[in-house]
């Protein structure tokens, strides 16, 4: 059986996200997968982008990682998405690569994939949870097979979000909690794929 294809299709504005981004391409690859670590592309004009010294250093640091697009979806037995919370929702550039997906999602080529998502949130209670919800919406109508972490590692007493990893933002940088969070839910979703993939060349 050839390895699980792994894509981690994200947004980040100033390293947050990427860095779970990171993490979770780790994980990946510790269960064995194939991963691709693919951004969205960045849709903030230049002058809100300058305005913040952070963000516009950020985007320099990524210049190098490849844009998501829907070849890395149709070669994925698996997705994991990456997005900051803006007011309880995925941010507009992850929502505007996802609303180019309807001609995938016409012809079949998104579904019976497993799907999982991760997020960060500048507060604590800041969305996170109703981001990834938000987010699985998107998976029910592909007809994917959404996997999140649940309780299933040490970590995820620790890390406390059962629907998928996230971190408060205005608290730092993620920490280790958060980091471990995000390569167990990959080895997870990994996993899932596995068997599936495992399933269907048995039958």
């Known amino acids: ?47 809100a982008i300058s305005a913040r010294p952070e963000w516009a250093q950020h985007l320099r640091d990524t210049a190098g990682i490849a844009e998501a697009c829907h070849d890395d979806l149709e070669w994925a037995d698996a997705v994991l998405f990456g997005t900051p919370t803006r007011f309880g929702n995925p941010a507009s550039p992850l929502r505007a690569f996802i609303e180019t997906t309807g001609p995938l ?30 987010l699985g919406n998107t998976f029910y109508h592909w007809g994917g097979i959404i996997v999140p972490p649940g309780y299933t590692d040490p970590v995820q007493f620790q890390s406390g979000n059962p629907y998928g990893t996230s971190h408060v933002a205005g608290d730092g940088p993620p920490g280790e909690v958060a980091l471990q969070a995000a390569r167990h839910q990959a080895r997870r979703v990994v996993g899932a794929a596995a068997a599936l993939k495992a399933g269907r060349g048995a039958a």
Do not use: C
Request: aromatic share 8%.
């Open 105 to 134: 999602w016409f012809q079949g080529k998104l579904a019976d994939k497993v799907y999982s998502a991760f997020t960060a949130s500048n507060t604590a209670h800041g969305g996170q949870e109703s981001t990834i919800l938000a």
């Open 1 to 47: 059986m050839p390895p699980v294809n792994l894509a981690i299709v994200y947004y980040s504005a100033t390293g947050t996200v990427h860095a779970l981004a990171e993490a979770a391409a780790e994980g990946g690859e510790q269960a064995g997968a194939d991963v691709r670590l693919r951004k969205v592309a960045e849709t903030a004009p230049p002058e």
